[in-house]
């Protein structure tokens, strides 16, 4: 498996449903990141969990790590059929200079949310 | 403020040809990162900029791409003799002062690449 891979690759749910997408990874990281692509479009960064932190809310969402199993997931609640796009996680590793910049992509869940 | 801008949106270009694609980062931010996303994939990283420099370019192909990101102007991707499997859409980030622990690089829409 790559390095934040998603699961599942595809979830679709009905308007008003909770929408629960996990990611995992192989190396020890800074920070993971979740960022929405709609359609044809560029990515929108949606929220940064850092390595010491283990879970952080951001309007609907919700993103928990855990890093002794190396996963994260991004609960979106009461979801609205505007919230149907990928989801990405972007993970980034501290490299030998002591600095992260290279963001590592999975392949993403596609999100169908029916109204 | 305006975001991360990149033109063209969509190009197109016939085996052999060059590709230009640029990349203006947002305001005050004076590092770029290039990425490429093929079909039904994530994002993989090509290349890291600050001005006048590479200072990454560990996940760009050895041959026919380059990139640069002068003092003045916008950053550019330039791929040269085109081949199908450049077919992609390659998106461009930027980001403020490089920081050790944190690091949210902000993407523009991407250009479309189709080669034809």
């Known amino acids: 498996s790559q390095q934040g891979e998603e699961d599942p690759q595809a979830l679709s749910i009905q308007e008003g449903e909770n929408a629960t997408m996990n990611c995992s990874y192989k190396?020890?990281?800074?920070?993971l990141q979740w960022y929405r692509q709609n359609s044809g479009r560029g990515l929108v960064h949606l929220i940064l969990i850092r390595s010491n932190e283990r879970e952080k809310h951001s309007g609907r969402l919700r993103v928990t790590l855990d890093t002794s199993k190396k996963s994260s997931s991004l609960l979106i609640t009461a979801s609205r059929a505007a919230d149907t796009a990928s989801y990405f996680c972007?993970?980034?590793?501290?490299?030998?200079?002591?600095?992260?910049?290279?963001?590592?992509f999975g392949k993403g869940t596609l999100l169908t949310v029916n109204p | 403020n305006a975001g991360v801008m990149q033109n063209p949106r969509h190009l197109v270009r016939r085996r052999g040809q060059e590709a230009r694609l640029r990349c203006s980062p947002m305001?005050?931010?004076?590092?770029v990162y290039w990425y490429r996303q093929l079909p039904e994939e994530g994002l993989k990283f090509m290349v890291y900029l600050q001005k006048e420099n590479i200072i990454d370019e560990s996940g760009m192909p050895k041959e026919r791409f380059s990139a640069e990101f002068p003092k003045e102007g916008p950053s550019i991707l330039r791929i040269q003799q085109v081949v199908r499997g450049d077919s992609a859409a390659y998106f461009c980030?930027?980001?403020?002062?490089?920081?050790?622990?944190?690091?949210?690089?902000?993407f523009g829409p991407g250009t479309r690449l189709t080669v034809l």
């Open positions: 972007a993970t980034d590793a501290e490299n030998s200079g002591g600095s992260n910049y290279k963001l590592t």
């Open positions: 190396t020890s990281i800074n920070n």
């Open positions: 980030a930027s980001s403020p002062a490089r920081s050790a622990s944190y690091n949210e690089q902000f």
């Open positions: 305001k005050g931010h004076s590092h």
